[in-house]
Structure formats: structure tokens, C-alpha cells
Nanobody, 124 residues
Framework: EVRLVESGGGLVQDGGSLPLACTFS????????VGWFRQAPGSEREGVSY????????YYKPTVTGRVTMSRDNVKNTLYLQMNSLKPEDTGLYYC?????????????????WGQGTQVTVSS
């Protein structure tokens, strides 16, 4: 069974930093695409970044490029998202998700497994 658990959310001021982590339980973590998504109140869920297994290439939403770094530890089965220079519009519930295969997109319906989310709030 695949299970994802996010951690690390919290309240941070405009311009601050916050690291998120996602622990993956299940086989072949390193072979899959795993992504970070977020959802603000009243808005649709949107992709933030994903890392593609097995080559480890990453892709970022243009509005976070340069402020966000995604990485993966295949030994710990953990995905990380380091967020810097945070803005109030980055506020939302952050999820990690995987389709348990390789994809190259943020299409949410293709991601079959989701964590419960961790709240990130950026105050102005």
C-alpha cells in the first residue's frame, strides 16, 4: 500500500522560509514521479513542482521558480520542498502526491495517491 505523509507546514512572515517534507511508504519510490501541489481557499489545486523518477529531473511552476527547491532522498523515502522568499499568495494546503508511475505533468487526476496535506500560511 502506498502512503504519503506531509510535515513541516506552519506560519511564516512575508519573505520567510519554510521546509516541507513528505514521507513515502511503498515500493519503488525512486522510480516514480512525485509532486507537490497546493490549494488555497476557494481555488483549485495546482501543481508546485515535481521530481521525475528515475532520472531525478525536476520541474517547477513558473511563479515559484528560483524560490523553491525540491529534492528526494531515496534511502529515507522522503521528498523535500525548501521554500524561500515566501509570499502571501503562497498560502495554502500543501500536498504531496504520486501516480506510482512516471508522468511529466501536474494533471491532478493522474496522481492516484495523496497525502493529507500540511498548511502553509504566509502573513503580510
Amino acid at each position: 500500500e502506498v502512503r504519503l505523509v506531509e510535515s513541516g507546514g506552519g506560519l511564516v512572515q512575508d519573505g520567510g522560509s519554510l521546509p516541507l517534507a513528505c514521507t513515502f511508504s511503498g515500493p519503488r519510490f525512486e522510480d516514480y514521479t512525485v509532486g507537490w501541489f497546493r490549494q488555497a481557499p476557494g481555488s483549485e489545486r495546482e501543481g508546485v513542482s515535481y521530481i521525475r523518477g528515475p532520472d531525478g529531473s525536476t520541474y517547477y511552476k513558473p511563479t515559484v521558480t528560483g524560490r523553491v527547491t525540491m529534492s528526494r532522498d531515496n534511502v529515507k523515502n522522503t521528498l523535500y520542498l525548501q521554500m524561500n522568499s515566501l509570499k502571501p499568495e503562497d498560502t495554502g494546503l500543501y500536498y504531496c502526491a504520486t501516480p506510482c508511475r512516471v508522468v511529466n505533468n501536474f494533471i491532478t487526476r493522474e496522481y492516484d495517491y495523496w497525502g493529507q496535506g500540511t498548511q502553509v500560511t504566509v502573513s503580510s
